[in-house]
């Protein structure tokens, strides 16, 4: 028989002038095997000549004078012989001035005929180049594989969605982390290295070689679907804006605002696998993240904790 048993959510601290909130001890026991329910939170130009008739020649034209009638008269008598007979001065007639014949009009020149060049055989172009292969997109360049660098992406991730600044790996505090995970007993520890943090807390169990499932997975699911995803509704939304947010349930939204609280800078974690027996009856890793400066201070809820962007929620795997 397979059992299964998921703490939720684990205690936040309110770093007030009050004592530290505890964490939560929820232990269910059921026949079937815990399981993390993931939400994943665009023409040849024909010119016709024209030829203009050449003007045919006028006919020569005759022009007959005709002669003035004679008349019959008595001879006179015969004059005196004259001193000498001056000879007739015969005049050549002078011969018509013929029409100039008129010039043929000048024949178009036909037009040349267009040249048509043979086209030029096409060179072989060269073998297209392979286009790029794409830019990964900004996830696939953000998203890490290491334990640190998973624990900070899987915060900010969410921290962007309310206006807050990217935290930074402080080994200094994972150190501390560390010394409480180690432990297996589920229950804030704030004095070790002489405190002045805050404090996020989760586990997660199952029958089925959850050992297995690894440092780096645990402390993403620890931060994405259980104290942000898990809380973000959870937190009065009427209260954004608010320096004193109603606390009621504070425990049940606590790990949220310490998650996003905009004053804090620095993180550090450590996930740590406690055999069965020890936290539970069932193999169980055990996830403790320090923050630094603390986050969930009495009075500066306003400005530290601002209502989400819309971002799409992101979960882990």
Sequence with gaps: MKSSVFLAACGA????????????????????????????????????????PSPRPPKPTTTTTPAEPSTTAAPPPPPPPPASTPEPVVEA???????????????PSPKPSPVVEKPKPAEPSPD??????????KDETTKPSDYSSTAVYHHNVHRFNHSASAL??????????????????FE????????????????????????????????ARATSNGWYNGELNLFPAGDYGKDSPNMA???KWGHFSQLVWRETKKVGCHSHFCPPGTMSG???WYTVCNYSPAGNMGGAYADNVKPPQGQSIYAAE
């Design 188 to 219: 804030h520890d704030t004095d070790i290295g002489g405190g002045g943090y805050g404090q996020n807390l989760a586990m997660w169990g199952s029958s089925e070689d959850p050992e297995a499932f690894g440092a780096t997975a645990s402390v």
């Design 168 to 185: 930074e790996w402080s080994d200094e505090i994972a150190g501390y982390a560390k010394t409480l995970a180690e432990r297996c007993v």
């Design 93 to 107: 007639a002078s011969k018509p001035t013929p029409s100039p014949e008129p010039k043929p009009s000048p024949k």
């Design 249 to 251: 349930n504070f425990k």
């Design 128 to 137: 297209p180049k392979p286009a790029p292969a794409p830019s990964p997109t």
């Design 13 to 52: 601290i309110l770093a007030v002038a009050s004592p530290i909130l505890q964490g939560r001890k929820l232990y269910v026991k059921t026949d079937v095997v815990t399981e993390w329910v993931t939400v994943t939170v665009t023409d040849g130009d024909t010119s016709t000549t024209f030829r203009r």
């Design 282 to 284: 069932l193999g169980s």
